[in-house]
């Protein structure tokens, strides 16, 4: 009996939550948000909070509200706020994204909005074997070259970040990348297999060049 009333409670919620977000009241979404954060069994209601909060015309002061739940224990929240964010408020799911490099799915999620800047996320954490993967994406599509140079050059960094650079090189097809990637390959103080990888590179970057000509 205790989880029928408990089912049908939260079911309840969460339309009212719906209904709420029809009418733009994004104080009564904002107090559902904040309730029973640790309550598994209210979590309903609270992603059905957000997602109406989603469709309401919001404040800055509510954006300042909703940033908070950016580190929710709740990965279905924490992802509807940052998306929240970056619709709204550009350059605070820019800033926000810095946090975000340990978080695969939310930092692409973010980089798919064309007005969120990532890329000075994804520059810091560059050389950081942790979190390069996630990062290598963005600064390719940033043509972020001197960037990748300077980690694949950097002889006090572990070779797989400096390969993983090199890889990254090699996926922007145009000139400067040629010279970065030879004079790697030139390098008889790099190791053998990083230099391997710098002329491998290198051709593949001519061929991209020569596709993208055709």
Not at 77 to 103: G, H, M, P, Y
Request: charged share 30%.
């Amino acid at each position: 009996y205790y989880f029928y009333v408990l089912e049908t409670t939260t079911g309840l919620l969460s339309r009212l939550a719906w209904l709420a977000g029809k009418f733009d009241d994004s104080k009564s979404l904002e107090r559902l948000l904040s309730a029973q954060p640790e309550e598994k069994h209210f979590a309903s209601v609270r992603r059905a909070a957000i997602e109406a909060l989603a469709e309401c015309k919001l404040t800055k002061k509510t954006l300042t509200s909703i940033e908070a739940y950016a580190d929710d224990k709740d990965a279905v929240i924490r992802q509807l706020a940052v998306e929240i964010l970056a619709k709204n408020d550009a350059s605070r799911a820019a800033k926000l994204s810095e946090t975000f490099v340990s978080d695969r799915r939310i930092f692409n999620r973010l980089a798919t909005y064309d007005d969120v800047d990532t890329t000075a996320a994804a520059v810091a954490v560059a050389n950081h074997p942790q979190y390069q993967a996630v990062a290598l994406p963005q600064l390719v599509a940033g043509t972020e070259i001197q960037q990748l140079a300077d980690v694949a050059i950097d002889n006090d960094l572990a070779d797989g970040v400096r390969l993983g650079a090199i890889e990254g090189l090699a996926r922007i097809g145009n000139t400067e990348v040629y010279e970065h990637l030879a004079t790697i390959g030139a390098d008889e103080t790099v190791d053998e297999e990083l230099r391997k990888a710098a002329w491998r590179g290198l051709r593949r970057a001519k061929r991209m060049a020569e596709v993208s000509k055709s």
